[in-house]
Structures are given as structure tokens and as C-alpha cells.
């Protein structure tokens, strides 16, 4: 018997879409669906300037943890490079000194 394979074009798709079936390669996620893509999202709070980045500042450091002791990401924090660095250490600092918590025990 004699099989003809023919090459896929861009325009042929699958009569029925099954539940495994994506269209990306991220292992079966969908991306939303419409493929709009979103606006960056709004930053938790924001660093104004003239603000001293130290550990003596403990009112500042804790807007920057979570109630669990995490710091935050620089995209919640909308903190630059630098100013992440110093945050970082300050609160490890803080810790250190017994002026912060090192982590929280409560847990859900």
C-alpha cells in the first residue's frame, strides 16, 4: 500500500478542538483565550523621593513585607535596581537587630 503524506498548511486546523489542545507551547495553559494583552499592574506602593533607605526606618520596611515577612518583588514595589538592593539589606539588618520580625507564625 501506498501512503501519500501531504505538508500541513498554515491555514488547516483541527475539525474539534479537544480539551489538551492549545495553540501555545507551555504545556497545555491557555492564555487567557482573546490574546489581549493586559496593562502592567498597578504597584502596591510606591517610593517617594527623599526617602531614606535605612534600617532605622521601620515604618517604611514593613510597607515593604507581607504580613508573612516576605519581602515584596520590585514590580509591587515599584523599586529600581538600586533601591531594591537597599531595601533588602536594610530589612536583613533590621532582622538582624531585632527590629523587625524574622517571619510570622501565622498561617491559614
Keep these: 500500500m501506498e501512503r501519500k503524506f501531504t505538508k500541513k498548511r498554515p491555514g488547516d486546523k483541527k475539525p474539534f478542538k479537544k480539551d489538551g489542545d492549545s495553540n501555545n507551547s507551555f504545556g497545555g495553559r491557555s492564555g487567557g483565550g482573546d490574546g489581549a494583552r493586559r496593562g502592567p499592574r498597578p504597584p502596591r506602593m510606591s517610593i517617594p523621593k527623599g526617602t531614606e533607605i535605612n534600617y532605622k526606618n521601620i515604618a517604611f520596611l514593613q510597607k515593604c513585607l507581607t504580613e508573612r515577612g516576605k519581602l515584596f518583588s ?18 536583613k539588618l533590621a532582622r538582624f537587630l531585632g527590629l523587625l520580625p524574622v517571619g510570622s507564625t501565622k498561617r491559614k
Design 74 to 91: 520590585r514590580r509591587l514595589t515599584s523599586a529600581n535596581a538600586t533601591q531594591q538592593r537597599k531595601i533588602t539589606v536594610a530589612v
